[in-house]
């Protein structure tokens, strides 16, 4: 391996490590999964098994919901679809 393929490989994790450690919002995870924050708020967070939030308290006494990245990933991985996908199935028809 190149020197530079080798740079390239590492800068290329430290950018995945940094982006793992910061917290994500609302806005963050809507991002990820290409839908507004509004399906975020009303359809994904509210889910049970979706990982709890930290609550960061502002000083209007309010709180800003944020979480670690790692666990929205793996919470979306565990809801990949399997091959075997109940429900009805397809019907192609020809023209």
């Not at 490590?17 to 507004?36: E, G, P, V």
């Not at 939030?53 to 991985?77: D, H, L, V």
Request: overall charge positive; glycine content about 2%; charged content about 30%.
């Amino acid at each position: 391996m190149k020197i530079n393929e080798t740079l390239d490989q590492i800068l290329l994790e430290l950018k995945t490590n940094n982006a793992d450690q910061r917290l994500w919002s609302m806005d963050d995870i809507a991002a990820y999964l290409n839908t507004s924050k509004s399906t975020v708020q009303t359809r994904i967070v509210c889910k049970p098994d979706f990982p709890t939030a930290i609550s960061i308290p502002t000083e209007q006494g309010s709180t800003n919901r944020r979480w670690y990245p790692k666990e929205i990933k793996s919470w979306i991985s565990k809801h990949r679809e399997t091959k075997n996908r109940r429900g009805r199935p397809r019907v192609l028809h020809s023209i």
